[in-house]
């Protein structure tokens, strides 16, 4: 099983063309980031408002904690049958897949906003009033550069999970790198599916230290020496 699969990964033809790894990999990556951003501008206002007015806490822990609750797949066929007499083309399958990984996504970003924000310093808002700042200016100047950390640690987790549910698109027919894992199944060719959860796995950590690279640059210093000590 393992030659077979390595085999898999090494063969040239299993990675070019419409329906190789490659081609596979950018409209999975391409699913999985519009789903990231379309989740970001729904949590993060909502995490921002929440942590900067201390209003709406127990509504949103309650509703990440039911969004984690969710079956992707029942979500996902619910979707389609309520969109497919309404929408043509394949948005009428992709739209039902954003839903669902939207719908993972939200959790992780807003818990990760709205955490970062309330652990501000209270000292350094007092200071920012005292100064003469608006609120406006205390949100955007000090407790969002300060929820940095946890902001983005809710977003690259967020991203994984993306990745790693991105592939029930292939179930609709959508495609991405959960194709293989489909088609290998059918045929019983299970070093395919092997080599697809391979490449959903190397995509999702790629993904990942690239996050973590922007965290890195766009994250103060001082901040990650603080909560290292």
Same mark, same amino acid.
């Given at each position: 099983m393992i030659d077979l699969t390595w085999q898999w990964l090494t063969d040239p033809e299993n990675w070019t063309g419409p329906g190789g790894v490659l081609a596979q990999s950018v409209t999975h990556l391409r699913i999985s980031l519009v789903a990231l951003l379309a989740a970001a501008l729904v949590a993060v206002p909502v995490g921002l408002y #929440? %942590? *900067?007015? %201390?209003k709406g @806490?127990? +509504?949103? #822990?309650?509703?990440?904690g039911g969004f984690r609750a969710i079956p992707s797949? %029942? /979500? $996902?066929?619910? &979707? #389609?049958?309520?969109?497919?007499? @309404? $929408?043509?083309g394949d948005l009428a399958y992709e739209l039902p897949v954003l839903i669902v990984?939207?719908? $993972?996504?939200?959790?992780?970003i807003l818990s990760g906003t709205y955490a970062g /924000?309330?652990?501000? =310093?209270?000292? &350094? @808002? =007092? &200071?920012? *009033?005292g100064v003469g700042m608006t609120g406006a200016q205390v949100l955007w100047? +000090?407790? +969002?550069?300060?929820?940095?950390? $946890?902001l983005l640690s809710g977003v690259r987790s967020a991203m994984l999970q993306i990745v790693a549910t991105a592939t029930i698109a292939a179930v609709v027919g959508i495609g991405g790198l959960g194709r293989f894992l489909i088609d290998g199944q059918a045929s019983r060719q299970y070093e395919?599916? !092997? %080599?697809g959860a391979i490449a959903v796995a190397a995509l999702a950590l790629t993904v990942d230290?690239?996050? !973590?690279? /922007?965290? @890195?640059? +766009?994250v103060s210093p001082g901040l990650v020496e603080s909560r290292h000590h």
């Open positions: #929440i %942590g *900067h007015t %201390g @806490r127990w +509504v949103a #822990i309650n509703v990440a797949l %029942g /979500v $996902l066929f619910v &979707a #389609i049958m309520l969109l497919l007499p @309404r $929408l043509q990984l939207v719908l $993972l996504a939200v959790p992780p /924000v309330e652990a501000v =310093d209270p000292a &350094a @808002r =007092d &200071a920012a *009033h100047q +000090v407790e +969002v550069p300060a929820a940095l950390p $946890l395919v599916m !092997a %080599g230290l690239v996050l !973590a690279g /922007v965290q @890195r640059l +766009v």
